[in-house]
């Protein structure tokens, strides 16, 4: 069968480079309870993995308690793993064929396990469920391959443009709206920058995160990963070059994470703007609880899309798939996921639970948030997305270092994706 082939093909590649060391700690649970004659016996374990750190896992692990009372003959047990560790205990998982019966995974991930045949399609789940339209459509997109569901959307945060309201005011400066342009954007980043502070804050470090930052405006000119040699590629990756170039951003950038560039540039007042999500709302407060800021959805240009982060759920395998099932749609019910996602700080993927939110209507940060959303999109969604992503990090890295113009790092990107696809 097309699963088993694939499985055995993934696992002699894995198999290579990893240990299976690296499955220690990840149980044996996924198996029935064996005593004999017992209520126990008539009982199914299921195994759930996740990445939620546990601060934010609370709210996780009280609705499996009361998933567990609703259904007394279903057994959940829940295993945590480290984000930066769950797609490579994953991919062992799947080489060794010792994989949870359902789990957590980045939504730019989903497309991936899909289409090495490690994720179960649970589209005729989906259709009957019959609640997919209630959610919002980038978040729906990220579970799908091929036209058909291998997930379903849990949480979700995008970008949008945070802005220091105290330096605006200070320069006399009017605080951006929802229906700026791209001129107005590029003029409030030219008239922000000062000897002070850079007009711009964004990473452009090479990995996932740099890509992350850079594809907004690459969309919102109006292209997309396929179409990268385009005149509105170039256009988007001129303008960053552009604010590089004339020191409206640090050149520290090129090697900043986000978390880096919110805590160097940002909170100390050393950027007047930075792209960001809602996650580093908390490292502001931790750091500077008092800080003046405000969020602003992205300027329109074409369109003003962002791209959207957060986590889906997948089942990783059929032997409980009733059980597993149940517990996904447990999760993902309406007020679940508005619990859940109020509680981590998240955005619930479901666009009915925030509606029926007063957090997300009425908090001045998240509110935008939820609004820029309603115009985010999926990263691909493609099973080789990060050979993707890494072909647009060089042609980034190429063009602020001066290598190659845009127009040139753009073109090698893109035969290089055609290569790919």
Not at 19 to 33: D, M, P, R
Not at 133 to 161: H, K, Q, W
Not at 297 to 316: D, E, H, L, V
Request: hydrophobic share 40%.
């Amino acid at each position: 069968m097309r699963k088993n082939t694939m499985k055995r093909a993934v696992a002699a590649g894995i198999a290579a480079m990893m240990t299976v060391g690296l499955l220690a700690g990840c149980g044996n649970s996924g198996k029935e309870a064996s005593s004999s004659g017992s209520e126990e016996d008539k009982k199914v374990t299921i195994e759930m993995w996740h990445h939620i750190s546990p601060d934010q896992s609370t709210v996780l692990l009280q609705m499996i308690d009361e998933f567990q009372e609703l259904h007394p003959n279903i057994k959940v047990e829940t295993q945590s793993v480290a984000f930066a560790e769950l797609k490579k205990q994953l991919s062992i998982g799947v080489a060794a064929e010792q994989l949870p019966d359902v789990t957590l995974c980045d939504t730019v991930d989903n497309a991936s396990f899909a289409a090495m045949g490690a994720a179960v399609d649970i589209t005729d789940e989906v259709n009957e469920w019959g609640e997919i339209d209630n959610y919002f459509a980038a978040p729906a997109d990220s579970t799908m391959y091929e036209g058909r569901y291998y997930g379903v959307p849990y949480y979700s945060n995008c970008l949008a443009i945070m802005y220091n309201k105290d330096i605006f005011d200070e320069m006399g400066i009017a605080y951006p709206t929802s229906d700026w342009t791209c001129d107005d954007f590029k003029e409030v980043v030219e008239k922000t920058t000062t000897p002070d502070h850079y007009g711009l804050t964004m990473s452009l470090v090479k990995s996932e995160e740099g890509t992350f930052n850079v594809i907004p405006f690459i969309w919102q000119a109006g292209a997309d990963y396929d179409s990268l040699d385009s005149p509105e590629a170039a256009e988007a990756l001129t303008m960053i070059n552009d604010f590089y170039q004339k020191g409206y951003m640090s050149k520290e950038l090129i090697s900043m994470t986000q978390a880096d560039m919110c805590a160097s540039l940002f909170i100390p007042g050393k950027s007047a703007m930075m792209v960001g999500g809602t996650w580093l709302r908390a490292n502001i407060k931790n750091e500077n609880p008092d800080m003046n800021y405000g969020v602003v959805t992205f300027a329109k240009n074409k369109n003003a899309a962002s791209p959207i982060g957060g986590g889906n759920i997948m089942m990783m395998k059929e032997d409980n798939k009733e059980a597993s099932w149940e517990l996904m749609k447990f999760l993902s019910e309406k007020d679940n996921s508005r619990r859940f996602s109020e509680d981590a700080g998240y955005i619930s993927a479901r666009e009915d639970a925030v509606a029926d939110s007063e957090l997300w209507s009425t908090d001045p940060i998240l509110s935008v948030y939820a609004q820029q959303l309603k115009e985010a999109k999926a990263r691909g969604p493609h099973p080789k997305w990060p050979e993707i992503s890494s072909a647009m990090q060089f042609a980034i890295q190429d063009t602020l270092s001066g290598a190659k113009t845009p127009e040139e790092a753009l073109k090698e990107a893109a035969t290089e994706i055609d290569g790919i696809k």
